[in-house]
């Protein structure tokens, strides 16, 4: 039977999202209900053990989606409005993905789709995320043009925005807050703003470092961590910071002058084109109008120039408009914000952003899987024999099995014509009985493949160089004696010695099939030889003196008168008991060699047939039934979500 291996179906990677106590993955996760402007509520931070990661070893590819903290609303703990049936199927195909393979599914984004799908209007969310500090202070300007209204002077938002340190998170609400609600993670705040009002839409004012993400290994790649930016967090009673994943729906990555573009343009690589409707990316340069490295610039100063302008005298109208178009604020503003539905027959249907940040999710999730198996794939068969090797060692053996023929056939009929077997023919059994067993044991031990294990060895020797495990350290590897048996190890290594002649303290890694045969001929066959040997030369001695007897007797009977006849008589039975020992023993003699003849053929096809299967079969490990099937369930559930995706 070929051996299996047990490789994890979804592998696991160290975590590296929190420098907190160790033994301890809590990640906090912000809270925040997808609802129109007028009905969102306050949102809270709360924490949650990280989940464990699955059973196994082998593998570090799909576990750092797992650790991602999770963007759950406060109706996850509250009852909740119930999904709007448009979005039922969706949203069960969803989390029935992420029940059966959780590793695969990056989380955070996972759970903001999830909490998207369970409004009919849900908020977008859209990151501005700034590269170091200069692509920091850059994104905040940015986020004040897209967000504030230039027909009302400047608010106090606006300034206090600005000045922030750390990240905002930038909401519709009726009246200006500046302080919308205390979190430790980022400020919130709260603005009359026509454009999140109409949109539907919150922004997110982030810094990010060269990275964009915390390190990990892992295949999420760039674009998830843009989507899904991280957020320092301190923990409490400690001077470290915590690490908060915070997802976006869409996101702009924003550098500044040309140390920007530099750090950017790996990242304008990852982008697609399915891709590029979630994630894009601007580098700020005092020019209008210009690419760098295929990286589309903006000019914040002449915009804020303009800006500032229009507000202070609305006749700047027209220098306004072209500033801002070459300004390149005008394809941001659109990147983010031309996404709702116009119509109310539409309103049932998701959003362009919603829709394809879930298409990007399942491409991701798929992505995962198909690495996933391609590891394991990838790890049986670096545990693999190659084909051209197989076929090689296959050539080997025939070579070895055609020489071992050969040497049997010639080894054998130049021993049973050697004068050590002639010794036994007749009729020098009559007095070279006890040289039966001598020169039996003298055939068997300097003539039976002696030449062919010798070849076996070295041939074995090949086979494990090619990988394989010899068979002899399989069967010690299967071999768990108790402590009893142990104890009377030294007794059976004796026993066994006597009745077959093997050692079992000599360990030998080439198949013992031939030495067993000759100790079994040695212990079986000779013996029974030479007993029959022994029974002819008796049953001729008996005859001939039963005959000689006779004569004998009727010597006397006749008082000499039946000399001659007598003298037949015990003529007939010697030639007679003679002739049959000759005519039996020579069958005898006959058949013992065909015998060891026959058993060398039986043992060197056995040992060609063990010698083939190993090289046929083993170090083929496969992948466990149970895996392969809960890859295709994941992938048939993702084909499901397309299906309810492309009908909305």
């Not at 070929?2 to 696991?12: D, Q």
């Not at 074995?460 to 142990?486: M, Y």
């Not at 005519?583 to 006959?590: K, M, S, V």
């Amino acid at each position: 039977m070929r051996p299996h291996v047990r490789l994890n179906a979804w592998p696991s990677r160290p975590g590296v999202l929190s420098p907190a106590r160790r033994g301890a993955r809590r990640f906090l996760v912000l809270s925040h209900q997808h609802q129109s402007p007028s009905q969102r509520q306050n949102s809270s931070l709360r924490t949650l053990k990280g989940p464990a990661s699955l059973r196994g070893t082998a593998g570090h590819v799909l576990g750092s989606s797992r650790r991602q903290s999770a963007l759950a609303s406060r109706t996850a703990v509250n009852p909740t409005s119930p999904t709007p049936p448009a979005n039922t199927a969706l949203h069960g195909a969803l989390s029935a993905l992420n029940s059966l393979a959780p590793e695969a599914v990056n989380q955070s984004r996972l759970q903001l789709v999830l909490r998207s799908l369970e409004s009919a209007q849900p908020v977008l969310r859209v990151g501005i995320l700034g590269v170091g500090d200069g692509g920091f202070s850059a994104a905040k300007r940015i986020a004040r043009l897209l967000v504030a209204d230039p027909l009302d002077s400047q608010a106090a938002w606006e300034s206090e925005m600005v000045g922030q340190a750390g990240a905002v998170l930038i909401r519709y609400s009726e009246e200006e807050e500046l302080d919308a609600e205390r979190n430790p993670l980022l400020k919130i705040v709260g603005t009359n703003s026509r454009v999140l009002g109409r949109e539907a839409v919150e922004v997110l004012v982030a810094k990010v470092e060269e990275g964009l993400t915390v390190p990990y290994s892992g295949n999420d790649g760039m674009v998830d961590s843009v989507l899904v930016p991280v957020l320092q967090s301190p923990l409490a009673g400690s001077d470290r910071a915590g690490f908060v994943r915070f997802p976006v729906h869409r996101a702009i990555v924003v550098g500044e002058g040309v140390k920007g573009a530099l750090k950017l343009g790996e990242l304008e690589k990852e982008l697609d084109r399915d891709t590029r409707t979630l994630v894009n990316v601007a580098v700020n340069l005092p020019v209008s109008g210009v690419e760098l490295d295929g990286l589309a610039t903006t000019n914040v100063d002449s915009a804020e120039s303009a800006f500032g302008s229009f507000r202070v005298d609305v006749k700047n109208g027209s220098t306004f408009s072209d500033a801002w178009q070459s300004s390149g604020l005008s394809q941001l503003s659109d990147f983010l914000f031309s996404d709702k539905t116009a119509t109310e027959a539409q309103r049932t249907r998701l959003r362009p952003a919603l829709k394809a940040q879930i298409a990007s999710l399942l491409t991701s999730t798929e992505s995962s899987i198909d690495q996933a198996e391609s590891q394991v794939i990838a790890e049986i068969t670096s545990q693999t024999v190659p084909e051209s090797r197989r076929e090689r060692l296959q050539s080997v053996i025939t070579s070895w099995s055609e020489y071992a023929h050969t040497d049997l056939r010639n080894s054998l009929t130049y021993a049973f014509e050697s004068p050590t077997w002639r010794r036994t023919a007749f009729p020098r059994v009559l007095w070279r009985i006890d040289d039966v067993t001598f020169s039996g044991s003298e055939v068997l031990y300097s003539n039976f493949l002696v030449e062919t294990e010798t070849y076996l060895a070295f041939l074995t020797g090949q086979i494990g160089e090619a990988g394989d495990e010899e068979l002899e350290t399989k069967r010690r590897a299967r071999f768990n004696p108790t402590k009893a048996s142990l104890l009377r190890m030294d007794t059976l290594s004796a026993r066994l010695r006597a009745e077959t002649g093997l050692d079992t303290s000599v360990a030998k890694p080439w198949p013992r099939g031939i030495e067993a045969t000759r100790q079994a001929l040695l212990r079986t066959l000779l013996p029974s030889i030479h007993a029959r040997a022994q029974s002819l030369v008796l049953q001729c001695l008996g005859t001939v003196g039963s005959t000689s007897a006779l004569a004998v007797w009727y010597v006397i009977a006749t008082a000499g008168g039946g000399l001659y006849e007598a003298g037949a008589v015990a003529g007939l039975g010697l030639v007679w008991a003679l002739r049959r020992l000759q005519r039996l023993w020579g069958e005898e003699r006959t058949k013992f060699e065909s015998e060891v003849r026959e058993q060398g053929r039986l043992v060197l096809a056995e040992t060609e047939g063990i010698l083939r299967k190993v090289v046929r079969e083993d170090k083929r490990p496969q992948v466990r039934t149970e895996d392969t099937a809960e890859w295709e369930k994941a992938r048939s559930l993702i084909h499901a979500a397309r299906n309810e995706l492309e009908k909305l």
